[in-house]
């Protein structure tokens, strides 16, 4: 696996982990809460320069290619990154209830999580349709690949950082 994806990954879960955390600081103010967000926000730029960097030196794009495919990425990652954001509010959710979790509300978290990972498939499926309208299908497949690496590391990063439901 690239090195660099694995840096992509290490950069977003500690950001991710930092935006997840925060609830958690006991009585956090409203400025330093403020400078916490814009941290993450910092972080979250630079993960996004460095995942298009990576997805750039791998799809190998031609100008034209270029030109056509970064304006559809642009659409897909603002998308993604809006079911990211959600994800982000729903582990806070839980670190907030963890101590005392009740069974509707570990039932609500579960059935959103679901909901989350269906729109993300139904997000991935949309844009392999516009992916394809501007680059040959090895080319979206690669893309494809790349981006599903990069989220799972992320996934798995984030995730095992999390105590398990008591």
């Known amino acids: 696996m690239d090195k660099s994806i694995s840096s992509i990954a290490t950069i977003l879960s500690t950001s991710l982990i930092l935006a997840i955390a925060t609830p958690t600081v006991a009585q956090t103010s409203i400025s330093s809460q403020q400078n916490i967000n814009t941290d993450i926000e910092l972080l979250r730029t630079d993960v996004r320069a460095a995942k298009s960097?990576?997805?750039a030196r791998t799809l190998n794009l031609t100008e034209a290619q270029s030109a056509a495919f970064w304006p559809v990425y642009r659409g897909y990652?603002?998308?993604f990154s809006r079911i990211i954001d959600q994800k982000i509010q729903l582990i806070q959710i839980y670190v907030h209830n963890y101590d005392n979790l009740p069974e509707d509300k570990a039932k609500l978290l579960v059935e959103k999580s679901f909901q989350l990972d269906d729109q993300t498939t139904n997000l991935k499926r949309k844009?392999?349709?516009?992916?394809?309208?501007?680059?040959p299908?090895?080319?979206v497949a690669r893309f494809f690949q790349v981006e599903n690496q990069i989220d799972r590391l992320i996934e798995l990063q984030i995730t095992s950082e999390l105590p398990l439901v008591k």
């Open 53 to 55: 960097d990576i997805i």
């Open 77 to 79: 990652e603002y998308e």
């Open 127 to 135: 844009y392999f349709k516009e992916f394809r309208k501007v680059l």
């Open 137 to 139: 299908l090895n080319t």
